[in-house]
């Protein structure tokens, strides 16, 4: 009983086609050939509206001037109807703003109508309650993965290849020559990745960072970087001229020293 119809300021081209059964795409056409003729622009707003797939599409948002010049190019019938509208329109305005049920019939169906307007918007609240409930499950879902990220992934303990190379006077492109050369890793989708059996050694790790792409959405990358022990490692080949026999038995007597 309480539902409110605001009153329209100006009345679209889309109900200007409803009520003279004419193509939305004719008033439009006509509308045009107006503005063309010179009238005022202030009286045609250019707006649009969602059509049935969803797209957007133009209209124009007319006032009661605009209309009364639109309905003179149209023959009498097609001019009463704009104009019983407007006056209708007019009418509700003058009541208030509010369509008054004059009948018991009238009553009942506004109720129904303003029912089933209370039930939609518990619906859409219910809907909403539940995007939230399954944000925050996946919120809670994804905090150990988090965490791992957090302190292993991205672990202050582990260095890049551009790191390491700079302690032994390389470039990140020659180590990563070098160790290639050596049969030490290999490249695969974008990340240099390690043979076996160095890959099982705990040499190292890898980390994952974000990027914009250029159409403005998030990306994510992988690289490999390297532990402590794999500084070491490369640190022994550097000494030892790539030579991974070498190397190893360097590595194998600084653990036994320190043993």
């Not at 509308?31 to 649009?48: D, H, K, M, P, W």
């Not at 004059?102 to 995007?131: C, D, G, M, N, P």
């Not at 990563?176 to 890959?199: A, N, V």
Request: hydrophobic fraction near 30%; charged fraction near 25%; proline fraction near 2%.
């Amino acid at each position: 009983m309480d539902e409110l119809i605001r009153i329209q300021e100006t009345m679209s081209s889309l109900e200007i086609a409803q009520l003279t059964s004419k193509q939305h795409s004719h008033v439009m056409r006509d509308i045009r050939t107006l503005l063309e003729q010179g009238v005022a622009e202030s009286n045609f707003g250019l707006g649009s509206y969602s059509d049935a797939n969803g797209q957007n599409r133009p209209c124009y948002n007319l006032t009661k001037k605009g209309c009364l010049i639109l309905a003179s190019g149209y023959d009498a019938k097609l001019r009463e109807k704009i104009i019983d509208r407007w006056e209708e329109l007019e009418t509700e305005k003058r009541d208030g703003g509010f369509q008054v049920p004059t009948s018991f019939k009238e009553a009942l169906l506004l109720a129904a109508h303003q029912q089933e307007l209370i039930e939609q918007q518990q619906r859409q609240i219910e809907q909403k309650q539940e995007v939230i409930d399954l944000q925050q499950s996946e919120i809670a879902k994804s905090a150990p993965k988090v965490s791992y990220y957090d302190t292993t992934l991205q672990s202050v303990n582990t260095m890049t290849s551009t790191q390491v190379a700079k302690q032994i006077g390389m470039d990140a492109e020659k180590l990563h020559k070098k160790l290639k050369e050596s049969g030490i890793i290999f490249r695969q989708s974008g990340q240099w990745l390690l043979h076996s059996p160095y890959d099982k050694w705990g040499m190292h790790a890898t980390r994952t960072q974000t990027y914009t792409r250029s159409d403005g959405s998030t990306g994510t990358s992988t690289y490999t970087v390297w532990t402590e022990k794999g500084r070491r490692f490369i640190h022994a080949l550097s000494e030892n001229g790539f030579n991974t026999r070498k190397a190893i038995r360097q590595i194998k007597g600084e653990t036994a020293m320190a043993v």
